[in-house]
Nanobody, 125 residues
Framework: VQLQASGGGSVQAGDSLRLSCAAS????????IAWFRQALGKEREIVAG????????YYADSVKGRFTISRGDLKNTYYLQMNGLKPEDTAVYYC???????????????????WGQGTLVTVSS
């Protein structure tokens, strides 16, 4: 599976951005897809994920109610809609894929087999 993330940029606090993750390769539907982020000097953390079966979602507490992960009409494109952005959301964002069990979103980066390149999101106050 190959992943390509895009859509980052510099915005003001309160603004919105939509990140895209284009997935290609065999049987993408067999993979959980997640967005991670890594802020400068911090560990990479999961932000949101969608499980195999595409009916189970996970959101980190820090983004619940503000971020939404979805699958596009082009089924191998996944989005992270980010609303109400805060300066603490500033990070490099990555999409990742894992051949996880049905209906489960793995929470830790070591479980993910495939990664896209990062896209930088900068939120200024």
């Amino acid at each position: 599976v190959q992943l390509q993330a895009s859509g980052g940029g510099s915005v003001q606090a309160g603004d919105s951005l939509r990140l895209s993750c284009a997935a290609s390769g065999r049987a993408v539907e067999d993979y959980a897809i997640a967005w991670f982020r890594q802020a400068l000097g911090k560990e990479r953390e999961i932000v949101a994920g969608i499980a195999r079966g595409r009916s189970t979602f996970y959101y980190a507490d820090s983004v619940k109610g503000r971020f939404t992960i979805s699958r596009g009409d082009l089924k191998n494109t996944y989005y992270l809609q980010m609303n109400g952005l805060k300066p603490e959301d500033t990070a490099v964002y990555y999409c990742a894929a894992d051949r996880a069990v049905f209906g489960y979103v793995p929470r830790t980066e070591d479980l993910y087999d495939y990664w896209g390149q990062g896209t930088l999101v900068t939120v200024s106050s």
